[in-house]
């Protein structure tokens, strides 16, 4: 049954995930990730899961293939400087096609940085992050119902497609508290194991090899043209995005994540001020909406649009490359765990982009 509960982010996301089956976690302290292995700490053996606290990132990661590999609903979550060390192993588990699930809560960088909130892990996430040419599922909620939400789901999307999922949020994300809506525990108990788990049940012909290992260029090219070809129909069945007041928009605003929210109390702010302001907020940042950024494009009211990150500029590139010259694409952001405002948007807006 549906529960509602004050959760912080971290703690929502981590009962969502237990919510949605995850019976597996692997991971190791960094803020301002922690209190998500913490709540997985004493969670997971109450419902008879697994809970490693594993030596370091790398062999988090690589916990996370091995039961993954065998079927188990596992997911993994770090922090930037600890996403970097599981690069290798998500590569890896893209390139083997096991799903899991794996949540960045950003903090600001480059390097170790600080442990206060930014963006400038987009382009790790939605590029593929590690070597070779894969992508994720990833998706960018902006509240701590939106997490809950999308956690719940993950394991199916992530088991659908076999691929892994990756929930992109920030420090002030995971950190902030509010009220949400659990919903009911899925049961699994009844679910037979994929028939591609290597679960040590099949033998002879029949034996199940988790690899990503292809010595044969011919055979390595097919298993590219593969994964892109499923990664085409996630653009077609997986993007998400919302819409505010972008019906008669003249400037269009774009953020995601908890940005979004900030962006969106600068439309109300500018509406009122009589700019006719409106925001597209995509959800899923892999795949982008591309199309939907298009068609916004190709208005004759849309002046232009404005792009604005916790960052020095990443996700503008995907803005830019969608709306393909049609109208100018402006960037404005804040970097180093500084945030802006709703006012700095205006002020910048107002000022004509100076």
């Given at each position: 049954?549906e529960?509602?509960?004050?959760?912080?982010?971290?703690?929502?996301?981590?009962?969502?995930?237990?919510?949605?089956?995850?019976?597996?976690?692997?991971?190791?302290?960094?803020?301002p990730?922690?209190e998500?292995?913490?709540?997985?700490?004493?969670?997971?053996?109450e419902?008879?899961?697994?809970?490693i606290?594993?030596?370091?990132?790398?062999?988090?990661?690589?916990?996370?293939?091995?039961a993954a590999?065998?079927?188990?609903?596992?997911?993994?979550?770090?922090?930037?400087?600890?996403?970097?060390?599981?690069?290798?192993?998500?590569?890896?588990?893209?390139g083997?096609?096991?799903?899991?699930?794996?949540?960045?809560?950003?903090?600001s960088g480059?390097?170790?940085?600080?442990?206060?909130?930014?963006?400038?892990?987009?382009?790790?996430?939605?590029?593929?992050?590690?070597?070779?040419?894969?992508?994720?599922?990833?998706?960018?909620?902006?509240?701590?119902?939106?997490?809950?939400?999308?956690?719940?789901?993950?394991?199916?999307?992530?088991?659908?497609?076999r691929?892994?999922?990756m929930?992109?949020?920030?420090?002030?994300?995971?950190?902030?508290m509010?009220?949400?809506?659990?919903?009911?525990?899925?049961?699994?108990?009844?679910?037979p194991?994929?028939?591609?788990?290597?679960?040590?049940?099949r033998?002879?012909?029949?034996?199940?090899?988790?690899?990503?290992?292809?010595?044969?260029?011919?055979?390595?090219?097919?298993?590219?043209?593969?994964?892109f070809?499923?990664?085409?129909v996630?653009?077609?069945?997986?993007?998400?995005?919302?819409?505010?007041?972008?019906?008669?928009?003249?400037?269009?605003?774009?953020?995601?994540?908890?940005v979004?929210?900030?962006?969106?109390?600068?439309?109300?702010?500018?509406r009122?001020?009589?700019?006719?302001?409106?925001?597209?907020?995509?959800?899923?940042?892999?795949?982008?909406?591309?199309?939907?950024?298009a068609?916004?494009?190709?208005?004759?009211?849309?002046?232009k649009?404005?792009?604005?990150e916790?960052?020095?500029?990443?996700?503008v590139?995907?803005?830019?490359l969608?709306?393909?010259g049609?109208?100018?694409?402006?960037?404005?952001?804040?970097?180093?765990?500084?945030v802006?405002?709703?006012?700095?948007?205006?002020?910048?807006?107002?000022?004509?982009?100076?």
């Amino acid at each position: 049954m549906e529960e509602k509960k004050l959760l912080k982010g971290n703690e929502a996301i981590a009962e969502a995930a237990i919510r949605g089956g995850c019976r597996a976690f692997f991971g190791y302290p960094i803020t301002p990730q922690n209190e998500i292995p913490e709540y997985m700490s004493f969670r997971m053996p109450e419902v008879g899961g697994v809970f490693i606290q594993s030596e370091s990132e790398v062999s988090a990661i690589n916990m996370v293939y091995g039961a993954a590999g065998s079927g188990a609903r596992a997911m993994t979550s770090s922090s930037s400087p600890g996403i970097s060390l599981k690069q290798e192993g998500i590569s890896y588990i893209a390139g083997a096609e096991v799903p899991c699930v794996i949540v960045n809560m950003v903090r600001s960088g480059p390097g170790l940085g600080g442990i206060q909130p930014a963006q400038c892990d987009y382009f790790q996430s939605v590029k593929g992050g590690g070597h070779g040419d894969y992508k994720m599922l990833v998706y960018g909620p902006n509240s701590v119902q939106e997490c809950v939400d999308i956690m719940y789901n993950a394991f199916d999307k992530a088991f659908e497609y076999r691929m892994p999922v990756m929930i992109l949020g920030d420090g002030m994300l995971g950190q902030i508290m509010e009220a949400v809506t659990l919903p009911p525990m899925k049961d699994f108990s009844n679910v037979p194991n994929p028939d591609w788990a290597a679960d040590g049940t099949r033998y002879g012909n029949d034996r199940r090899v988790i690899n990503s290992l292809y010595i044969q260029p011919d055979e390595l090219e097919a298993l590219n043209h593969k994964l892109f070809a499923k990664y085409d129909v996630l653009q077609e069945k997986e993007c998400m995005y919302e819409e505010y007041l972008c019906e008669d928009a003249e400037i269009v605003i774009t953020a995601y994540g908890t940005v979004a929210r900030i962006a969106k109390s600068a439309v109300d702010m500018l509406r009122e001020s009589g700019v006719k302001a409106g925001l597209l907020r995509p959800i899923t940042v892999f795949p982008f909406p591309s199309d939907r950024f298009a068609r916004l494009a190709s208005r004759s009211e849309v002046k232009k649009f404005v792009s604005v990150e916790l960052s020095m500029g990443q996700m503008v590139e995907d803005v830019r490359l969608a709306v393909n010259g049609k109208k100018p694409v402006e960037f404005f952001g804040r970097c180093g765990g500084n945030v802006m405002t709703g006012e700095d948007i205006v002020e910048y807006i107002i000022k004509g982009g100076k």
